[in-house]
């Protein structure tokens, strides 16, 4: 059976990389498919891959700058030849299921998400991403022409598979398509051989921008008297350390290795989770050290996290909220070998299994 790949960018490494390498262990010969790529990336985290890129390769600047190019996207996305292929699976979170193929191929999309900024997410795409008074203009039109595409090019997959099913629910509202719901890949075992200590101060781990709410658990813990530590970088680093102020008790590491990744897991008191995600492999890479997670209800983190077995949840998403989910905290309360069995529900070779469960059940040529 030949298998091609689609991904939207391999740019930088997040969970839909993550996806993608564990689809390259079930596939090994399958070439990657993808819009634009960085020589260094693919390089480091998938080496000895087949990338084959779309003509946005060759456009100056498009590997660093390709948000600026979207409106080629649906051009670019078409021109791949998958004519001799017998299943493609789309892994994507924007373009990648408006591959065209032919009759015979199978069109498998395992979707992150309907396209954010398109849909529910448009107006503060427009906010932070204007240039000029002239984008300001055209930008609205380009994602109006956009949506038109987005829309009919989720008709082109024969069939979707979501991360979760709160996406499962996005999924059918956006693009009246139905999904089965197959959770994304993490590496629970990597994270489970540790030491667990309680060392009382709290974690947040992830890449500093707006939609993560880290300024959520800083302003809770400006009033709450434990340490909490953040791990990670992004474009809200300034305006955090700035709001943190001379605020002792929160301390920024900025990136670490896995081993020290690990290290601060298996020793923090809780894990904290204040942002709405598709699915949200943090809080699962915290279980599997077997430390509860303090979240807010809503999003993907509602069928990861278990109430008062593997974590609690506040209800508001405001430091208020989560402020008085810290003082009804209870480390005692849970039991670390239990949240580690939870957590291993979600590791790589579970979605591996049922993933080639799902392939063989389509009954390809």
Not at 75 to 97: H, M, P
Not at 116 to 139: A, M, V
Request: with cysteine.
């Amino acid at each position: 059976m030949n298998v091609a790949l689609i991904h939207d960018y391999l740019t930088e490494f997040g969970g839909g990389e993550r996806v993608l390498q564990a689809l390259t262990e079930i596939f090994p010969e399958a070439p990657i498919y993808t819009l634009v790529y960085k020589k260094e990336f693919v390089k480091k985290f998938f080496t000895d891959k087949r990338i084959i890129a779309s003509p946005l390769q060759k456009i100056p600047l498009a590997q660093k700058y390709h948000r600026a190019f979207l409106f080629l996207m649906p051009y670019a996305i078409e021109q791949f030849d998958l004519s001799r292929y017998d299943l493609v699976i789309s892994n994507t979170a924007s373009f990648s299921k408006g591959v065209i193929t032919m009759p015979k191929t199978f069109h498998l999309c395992y979707c992150f998400t309907p396209t954010r900024y398109l849909w529910d997410d448009s107006q503060k795409y427009l906010k932070d991403f204007s240039l000029n008074s002239l984008f300001k203009i055209l930008t609205p039109l380009f994602l109006n022409y956009l949506r038109i595409w987005d829309f009919e090019a989720a008709k082109r997959p024969d069939k979707f598979v979501a991360i979760s099913q709160f996406i499962k629910k996005r999924i059918q509202k956006f693009y009246k398509q139905d999904a089965e719901v197959i959770y994304p890949p993490t590496e629970v075992k990597k994270f489970q051989n540790v030491t667990i200590r309680n060392e009382g101060y709290f974690l947040i781990v992830g890449r500093l921008i707006a939609y993560k709410h880290f300024e959520i658990a800083i302003e809770a813990f400006k009033n709450y008297n434990a340490k909490l530590k953040i791990i990670g970088k992004g474009p809200e680093e300034q305006q955090l350390k700035k709001l943190a102020g001379n605020h002792r008790n929160i301390e920024f590491l900025g990136w670490v290795d896995d081993k020290e990744l690990i290290k601060q897991l298996s020793n923090c008191t809780a894990f904290i989770f204040p942002q709405e995600e598709d699915f949200g492999i943090a809080p699962i890479e915290a279980m599997a050290c077997g430390k509860p997670v303090i979240a807010y209800r809503a999003g993907g983190a509602l069928e990861s996290i278990l109430d008062k077995e593997t974590g609690i949840f506040f209800e508001d998403q405001n430091p208020e909220s989560l402020l008085q989910a810290l003082q009804n905290f209870n480390a005692s309360n849970f039991n670390p070998e239990k949240i580690k069995q939870h957590a291993q529900k979600f590791d790589k070779e579970i979605f591996k299994q049922n993933f080639c469960n799902l392939i063989a059940n389509l009954h390809l040529n």
